[in-house]
């Protein structure tokens, strides 16, 4: 029997192919092909050392060694939680199409709009604030950027849970609680986390590290909302093919297990960190992240010393 969703799909596909211009296309793909290089030449930076950087300079911060237009720096925070979401940019861009704009555009307005009402009510997270400014805030109250932290996790979790399920994931009855589970797994790495650099703080704290459990309600109301939307914004099966073939669009996770997994080490926060070495065997689980890979992702003159 056909399916229906696979006939919608391939309707949208005809449709936008009949809409395009080859010229625009060509330099589209020449724009991706080009990004994809510069990625693929600097994983190692990007994956490892940024988010080291990253720990060092966020515990540096909440530590007091670092002095004031450093401390916390909003730009270098942005800067780097740019670089480090560019994997995952640059893998799904051949994937984004128009209807991936709306799904993800719908993404973004609910993350800024469930911050804000959390923010001013205390629903559905649990009462807290923010202790520092990430950035220009939206009406005073919430990050501008926010979207730039909290999307790229539903889709990191997504991915992910794609890869593993393998062929399980054709079944919306298992894919989506799993990525739903994998997005609540994310926070429960990253919240405790966060709390304990300062960047943000419940009242009262909560018995996880901090964090109270109405953190993580709220996170599995957001989480099936996102993964919903997500899971709509894509063809599966093409989404599928293009992470497989793509090396490095999970170089995105990899960088928040380094980054969060070790503030959580030096805080001793071990569970939070024992989930994060959960998302490492997921990540292994893909057979993309190995020895081979590390060689090859390691700038030109460290691999050839390794070779040699």
Do not use: H, K, Q
């Not at 056909?2 to 589209?28: F, G, H, K, L, N």
């Not at 703080?201 to 993580?216: C, D, H, K, L």
């Not at 926060?269 to 490492?280: I, T």
């Amino acid at each position: 029997m056909a399916d229906p969703d696979a006939a919608t799909d391939a309707d949208i596909d005809s449709d936008a192919v009949a809409d395009s211009d080859p010229e625009i296309d060509e330099r589209r793909a020449a724009l991706e092909r080009r990004l994809e290089a510069l990625i693929r030449e600097n994983r190692f930076t990007i994956a490892v050392v940024f988010p080291i950087v990253g720990a060092v300079t966020l515990v540096a911060s909440a530590e007091g060694l670092l002095p004031g237009p450093l401390a916390y720096n909003p730009l270098l925070i942005l800067f780097g939680t740019l670089v480090m979401r560019s994997p995952l940019v640059v893998g799904l861009l051949p994937r984004v199409d128009r209807r991936a704009l709306v799904c993800l555009g719908l993404v973004t307005a609910y993350t800024y709009a469930i911050e804000l009402v959390g923010v001013r009510t205390g629903w559905p997270y649990g009462t807290f604030e923010y202790g520092i400014r990430l950035g220009p805030m939206l009406f005073g109250e919430i990050p501008l950027a926010l979207p730039l932290f909290f999307v790229p996790l539903v889709l990191n979790a997504f991915l992910l849970t794609l890869l593993v399920l393998d062929g399980w994931s054709a079944r919306p009855l298992v894919r989506i609680p799993t990525a739903i589970a994998a997005v609540v797994a994310v926070d429960l790495v990253l919240d405790p986390a966060a709390v304990a650099i300062g960047f943000w703080a419940y009242v009262p704290p909560g018995g996880y590290y901090g964090v109270p459990a109405s953190n993580y309600v709220g996170w599995l109301l957001s989480g099936t909302v996102a993964v919903l939307l997500v899971d709509r914004a894509f063809d599966r099966a093409a989404l599928l093919e293009r992470v497989r073939t793509c090396e490095f669009v999970l170089d995105d996770l990899v960088s928040f297990v380094v980054l969060w997994g070790a503030i959580n080490v030096l805080y001793g926060n071990w569970l939070a960190a024992g989930v994060a070495g959960l998302f490492c065997l997921g990540l292994f689980r893909t057979d993309r992240y190995d020895r081979e890979m590390l060689r090859t992702a390691l700038p030109a003159s460290l691999g050839r010393n390794r070779d040699s």
